[in-house]
């Protein structure tokens, strides 16, 4: 069968290309970093802002509500040593040691999970009065549409224009090649459909 009339590869195409959210980047008025123990995001993070793209990085996490605790760097911990507390403290070293004054980083170290990250980074730009009229938002290539959907639900005025970063062997073009792929791709589109319905009053708690 032609793989171009093939509706199985169609669909996983799709799909990919879905959940793998990208945009092109223009000049924006903040960067955001939802919380996480990867360097990657928040190094991305770092290169914008030195190229200009934006004058101030909000990375935003306590920790992950599922552990319960700052759970440790997960790559390059012979450069990232310090003593963090929160997904925040981390992030930020991050990004100072990439070159980011400390005096450009907005502080958000309370969320414990990637809805939270949008809504209190929300809160914390209302209070220094930053109005967000563009946003780049710096996450895992493919936590990119979840985690946009979330940002423009507090933002809806705001165009969030997202830049994934792969931080593991999982990409676009490969994803439906491994279960690893198959399973966290699968995974987010199950967790846009339960948690999106949820907070539109159609589904239910059960189903989180």
Same mark, same amino acid.
């Given at each position: 069968m032609n793989?171009?009339m093939?509706?199985?590869?169609? =669909?996983?195409?799709?799909?990919?290309? *879905?959940?793998?959210?990208?945009?092109t980047? /223009?000049?924006?008025d903040?960067?955001f970093v939802?919380?996480?123990g =990867?360097?990657?995001?928040a190094?991305?993070?770092?290169?914008? =802002?030195r190229?200009?793209?934006?004058?101030? +990085?909000?990375?935003?996490?306590r %920790?992950? +509500?599922?552990?319960?605790? %700052?759970?440790? !760097?997960m790559?390059?911990?012979?450069? $990232?040593?310090?003593s963090?507390?929160?997904?925040w403290? *981390?992030?930020k070293? !991050?990004?100072?040691?990439?070159? !980011?004054?400390?005096?450009?980083?907005?502080?958000?170290n309370?969320?414990? %999970?990637?809805?939270?990250?949008?809504?209190f980074?929300?809160?914390?730009?209302?209070? @220094?009065?930053?109005? +967000?009229k563009?946003?780049?938002l710096?996450?895992?290539?493919?936590h990119?549409?979840? @985690?946009?959907? $979330?940002?423009?639900?507090? =933002?809806?005025?705001a165009e969030?224009?997202?830049?994934?970063v792969q931080?593991?062997?999982v990409? /676009?073009?490969?994803?439906m090649?491994?279960?690893?792929?198959i399973?966290?791709?699968?995974?987010? @589109?199950?967790?846009?459909?339960?948690? *999106?319905?949820l907070?539109?009053?159609i589904?239910?708690?059960s189903?989180?």
């Amino acid at each position: 069968m032609n793989r171009k009339m093939d509706p199985y590869h169609k =669909y996983q195409k799709e799909t990919g290309d *879905f959940i793998f959210a990208q945009d092109t980047l /223009r000049k924006a008025d903040v960067i955001f970093v939802p919380g996480n123990g =990867y360097p990657h995001m928040a190094e991305q993070a770092a290169r914008l =802002y030195r190229d200009g793209f934006a004058p101030y +990085v909000l990375p935003s996490g306590r %920790f992950s +509500v599922t552990v319960g605790h %700052f759970a440790g !760097v997960m790559e390059k911990k012979e450069r $990232y040593r310090g003593s963090y507390e929160t997904e925040w403290e *981390f992030l930020k070293d !991050v990004l100072v040691q990439n070159g !980011v004054p400390g005096e450009a980083v907005l502080c958000e170290n309370q969320a414990t %999970f990637t809805y939270e990250n949008a809504i209190f980074s929300r809160q914390v730009t209302d209070r @220094a009065g930053i109005e +967000v009229k563009t946003a780049i938002l710096c996450c895992k290539n493919y936590h990119a549409r979840r @985690a946009k959907m $979330y940002y423009e639900l507090l =933002y809806p005025k705001a165009e969030i224009l997202v830049c994934p970063v792969q931080v593991d062997s999982v990409t /676009r073009e490969n994803w439906m090649e491994t279960e690893e792929g198959i399973d966290a791709v699968i995974g987010e @589109a199950s967790r846009i459909m339960k948690q *999106f319905s949820l907070m539109l009053g159609i589904g239910s708690q059960s189903e989180i």
